[in-house]
């Protein structure tokens, strides 16, 4: 016997059948009852957001509007811009914020920027690594910007040393 007529077989016989209708009628919800929610699925989020108000107010509550939340980029872009074309006269008389909070922001930034160049260096090392670039097939002009870089890095480090003291 093959397996197409032993399967055919099967579909034939009374238990096959017997089984396939409690299948049809067998439920998987487990008789969980329906959520008792009107309106918990809005069409769109003002429906969503006028619904919220509309319940809020009739217990005696607010709606708190939403807070638009900092976009880093637009945040760290604006900074910097600051930063690139205010002079330091500027950036000293700046009354938005008390020195503290000046200095407590340009170490933010200064973190969040040597995060950055951590990483970029760190993927350039390794795919340097990893494709077996010898130091010979770098370019001359790229070997002079490492050197700049690291005397950059060791002037930048001394100044970080000044301002922790």
Known sequence: MDVKSFINKIKESNDFKKFQEELDEMSVTGMVAGYQTPKAFAASEEDFEAHSKESAEQVGLKVVPKKKSKNF??????????????????????????????????????????????????????????????????????KNRLVKISERINRISKKIHELGA
């Open 73 to 142: 980029e637009s945040t760290y872009v604006s900074a910097m811009k600051l930063l690139n074309e205010a002079s330091y006269k500027d950036f000293r008389r700046d009354e938005t914020r008390t020195t503290n909070r000046k200095i407590n922001d340009s170490i933010k930034n200064i973190n969040r920027i040597m995060y950055e160049v951590e990483k970029v260096v760190e993927h350039a090392s390794r795919l340097k690594t990893e494709m077996a670039v010898d130091e010979r097939t770098l370019w001359r002009e790229s």
